[in-house]
């Protein structure tokens, strides 16, 4: 079927719907450098294209249409107005407003389809009025709306990243549902809906149980960062020169022997219970966190997070997101073998085999999104780093497009 990407970016809806096997016939993205990676990436001549929705007249919009049927309208509608990483202005916000941009164009066209995406505060936004409104608007342009939360991580990138979809449906002419949907190890839904009889179940529906999480703060202790120091016979407290010696900050442990007891000291680095410790959240330009021995399993970094233990430990592998490193509110900065959310500015790392944490690549980024390193290589040709990062905090993730493209039925 033929598609319109709205909001289009660099073009993760696109791929993943041509490679379920639809056509792209225009494009609209109003910022100047994603335009010029998706330009790249994708073969965008001949096709209509804009670059403000809202100086689209209604008239070029039917030009549009001339062309031949748009069976379906794609759209990521900015998400700033309604992410709990923000302010969460909703239609106060000029960017929530956008959303009536597509029923505009849509109410011009009248695709089969409307598939749309948003972040999963979405849902819950101004205790789900903003999300009703939505709904009650698809209702009232005559499309039956369907919708479901996926996690990417459930479809082959390790990225812990939530979003919701939305199909609509043109009463009369399109086919059967395409939600619910699982991943492809298995993993059932989180939240998914149906409204097509009016609004009957809609309160249940958009006041799921558990659908908020409460943040809590991490009580009391000194948060400075700690000296970790290499430290000979360490069960031997009260002895000095042969004894319990220690070695400066920076310098090598002692030669191993075989008694093997060497051990790491943490200097004042205990919280004020007198159990647990508490680390630092590493800082590009800082020091290395505080490493713990952990019973024999092997050396593992303490992050700080605003939990009960007020720090989580991560191991090779993992990620850690190093935003707002002083912040006693933050939680999840740990991905246990995934990456947490890619945002705009990607400050996330990941642990290596040696205990450092090394700030994720552009590429990286980019495959966490699931795009091929042939469009990255594109995309870098005319781009920076900086926007290369933006880009694909910003982007949709190529796997969840494909999944629920090839569920959009044919007649």
């Not at 330009?39 to 001339?66: F, K, M, N, S, Y």
């Not at 939530?162 to 002419?173: A, N, P, T, Y």
């Not at 529906?205 to 970790?228: F, H, S």
């Not at 400066?248 to 205990?270: V, Y």
């Amino acid at each position: 079927m033929k598609f319109l990407d709205l909001f289009a970016g660099i073009g993760g809806f696109r791929l993943g719907m041509e490679q379920a096997g639809h056509e792209c016939v225009g494009y609209v993205e109003i910022d100047k450098y994603a335009r010029k990676s998706y330009e790249a990436i994708h073969d965008t001549e001949g096709e209509w294209t804009a670059h403000d929705i809202t100086t689209v007249t209604d008239r070029h919009i039917r030009e549009l249409g001339d062309r031949g049927r748009v069976e379906i309208i794609c759209g990521g509608f900015p998400c700033q107005s309604f992410s709990v990483a923000g302010k969460r202005g909703g239609f106060d916000d000029t960017r929530g407003t956008l959303f009536f941009e597509i029923v505009r164009i849509a109410n011009i066209l009248k695709p089969r389809y409307l598939f749309l995406e948003n972040v999963k505060g979405f849902l819950n936004h101004d205790q789900g009025i903003t999300f009703e409104t939505i709904i009650r608007a698809l209702d009232e342009l005559g499309y039956d709306a369907e919708w479901q939360v996926l996690n990417s991580k459930n479809f082959g990138v390790p990225q812990n990243r939530e979003r919701v979809f939305i199909v609509g449906h043109l009463r009369g002419q399109s086919g059967r549902g395409v939600f619910p949907i699982k991943g492809e190890n298995g993993n059932a839904i989180s939240i998914a809906g149906y409204l097509s009889d009016g609004y009957k179940d809609v309160n249940y529906v958009l006041n799921p149980e558990g659908l908020a999480r409460t943040l809590t703060t991490m009580q009391g202790g000194n948060r400075e960062p700690k000296v970790i120091q290499p430290v000979l016979t360490p069960d031997r407290q009260n002895k000095r020169q042969n004894g319990r010696r220690f070695k400066n900050n920076r310098e090598p442990m002692f030669t191993l022997t075989s008694q093997d007891r060497h051990g790491i000291m943490l200097a004042g680095n205990i919280n004020p219970s007198g159990k647990g410790m508490n680390g630092q959240v590493y800082k590009s330009e800082g020091i290395s966190p505080t490493l713990t021995t952990n019973k024999g399993e092997g050396p593992k970094i303490s992050i700080k997070e605003a939990t009960n233990k007020g720090y989580v430990e991560a191991i090779p592998g993992d990620s850690i997101n190093y935003s707002v490193p002083t912040s006693k509110t933050r939680r999840g900065r740990v991905g246990k073998g995934v990456a947490n959310t890619l945002d705009t500015g990607c400050q996330q790392g990941v642990v290596t085999n040696e205990l450092r944490i090394r700030k994720l690549t552009p590429r990286e980024c980019w495959r966490l999104q699931g795009f091929p390193d042939w469009a990255f290589d594109c995309a870098a040709e005319v781009n920076s780093n900086s926007q290369l990062y933006k880009q694909a905090g910003n982007s949709v993730t190529v796997n969840v497009i494909y999944e629920i493209a090839r569920k959009l039925e044919v007649t």
